[in-house]
């Protein structure tokens, strides 16, 4: 993995196919590449390693250009970044490829291959592809045959593009598990793993599905199934604006949308909200709340940022509707058995809306006929997720181009709220409760932009942090999932190693880590649970740690010896997970950027996780 972006037309396109590439840029990758066949009829490439300028300035030294084209941005699987590893992968002088996923079965097929006589360059599963293509090209028949040949020998999941001399008008892809998309142009034709990589050239495209071959020229798209039938898929318009690459003012695009986020929570609950309850919101179904009067039980699936999400969902759930709620990691969940249930929810939660793990998750409940209804809460509009669940509730954080979540986090978390009033209304819950959640959110934005005015504490603050190794979060309740968040930012970003607990659970192992260089972070809002969390600050304490405190103004906690307290503003007990997010992604954020590091593109890193 990880950008694909491809063209036919009646000009040149590696102008287009990098500028592609650049609006791919925030998934994090380590090389980029671009083939195509020239006017004069050979296949040719250039590869880089590191970010697309590299490319950029190799192809102003060399230049290439043709009017069939593909490119490729990588994240490594197989092989180290290297140019040698770069995409595209070709098959001597008559096969180009570029591929998102993993072929499971590489080292299988590579062996036939190389008894076969063919040679290996790099060390990836995707040149594998290239080389199975060709072994059936040989045998005279189309790109689109070999192609669909090939993929009946693949194992694993892929999004494939593939051209080639001998078919000079002729853009071949293929999809299974992984997105691929195609944009339609007037007298040209596109394709991308990402909508965005497309937007400056089109705004109309054809989602594929799993299974799907197709032949792209410039007035003509054939598309079959994964059984060889010649099928048709709609075309959507697509109302998404163009990814705007513009830092307005801030350093980093993590800062600007950790300050966006009073604008995407405002966003996300606007047209949601009456006077004393949640408006239908799910799109999809029409019985959608029907649907949800019948629910007995939830499980949610996510990974990374998302699972933390919808841990404190589950809090809220169980807390506020009596359903039982089940949270689990969907690369574990696919594979563990499940017993039977009974009228059934089923939550997906994830930003991009490709997320492999998560998509394979939904796939096998939905074949199993376990579910009563299946719900994403997702970012993208014309996502899989969104496509492939019966409904859908949409965040709209607007594009996030860091590849630590932030905004998007945030407005998930506002998206089970409302999911939890909605769940409260179709089970006739109190409406006095009812209308209380509803004005509370109706403070949301306002109570994150005062969150944000502590940044300059925070900043001073992060200075304590640089040289440490090592850090070790807290929370209660449904503030442990948020420290658990502000765990993973730290490591995402500032690479320091940092992990959460139950701050209930220092006595069962982690006081004994707890000296004067395990910096300790504990978010502590005025909640039920406060004398609690109290008592265990003291036990850090008195053995010597150095507490990083962010206090609700009424909490009564004061700065001390070895005892640094943020004030943060009194918010509702329902909201305080969310409000109390914003310190945690500004104290990872300024760590970061005094220890020098990539900030909007973490080492090993990628912004959607398209492969298992």
Known sequence: MCGIVGAIAQRPVVEILLEGLRRLEYRGYDSAGVAVVRDTGDL????????VIELTNKLAEEPIDGKLGIAHTRWATHGVPAERNAHPHFSGEWVGLVHNGIIENHAELRKRLQDDGYSFTSDTDTE???????????????????????????????????????????????????????GLGIGENFIGSDIQALLPVTSRFIYLENGDVAKITRHKIDIYDSTGER??????????????????????????????????????????????????????????MERLAKVEEIQIIACGTSYHAGMVGRYWIEANTDIPCHVEVASEYRYRRQPPRKNMLLVTISQSGETADTLAALEKLKASNACLATLTICNVAESSLTRESDMSLMTLAGPEIGVASTKAFTTQLVALQLLMVLLMQAKGADQAKVTQIVEDLRKLPALVEQALEIDPQIEVL??????????????????????????????????????????????????????????????APNTALLEKLKSNLEEV???????????????????ADNLHV???????????????????????????????????????????????
């Open 462 to 523: 992060a200075e304590h942090f640089i040289e440490k190794h090592h850090a070790l979060f807290l929370g209660r309740g449904e503030l442990y999932p948020i420290a658990m968040e502000g765990a993973l930012k730290l490591k995402e970003i500032s690479y320091i190693h940092a992990e959460a607990y139950p701050a209930g659970e220092l006595k069962h192992g982690p006081l004994a880590l707890v000296d004067s260089e395990m910096p300790i972070v504990t978010v």
């Open 541 to 559: 304490r008195s053995r010597g740690g150095v507490l990083y405190v962010f206090a609700d103004k009424d909490a009564h906690i004061q700065s």
């Open 44 to 51: 040719v490439r250039s590869r880089a390693l590191g970010k």
């Open 231 to 288: 099928v048709t898929r709609p075309m959507k318009e697509s109302s998404a604006a163009m990814c705007s690459a513009e830092l307005g003012g801030y350093r980093h695009f993590m800062l600007k949308e950790i300050f966006e986020q009073p604008q995407s929570v405002a966003a996300t609950l606007e047209g949601r909200l009456a006077a004393d309850h949640v408006l239908p919101c799910l799109h999809g179904i029409p019985d959608a």
């Open 128 to 182: 594998v592809v290239a080389h199975l293509i060709e072994v059936f090209r040989r045998q005279g028949i189309s790109m689109l045959d070999a192609v669909m040949a090939a993929r009946c020998e693949l194992q694993g999941a892929y999004a494939l593009a593939v051209i080639s001399p001998n078919e000079p008008d002729t853009l071949i892809v293929a999809r299974q598990g992984s997105p691929l998309v195609i």
């Open 566 to 612: 943020l004030e943060m503003p009194h918010v509702p007990e329902l909201l305080a997970p969310i409000v109390y997010t914003v310190p945690l992604q500004l104290l990872s954020y300024h760590v970061a950027v005094q220890k020098g590091t990539d900030v909007d593109k973490p080492r090993n890193l990628a912004k959607s996780v398209t492969v298992e």
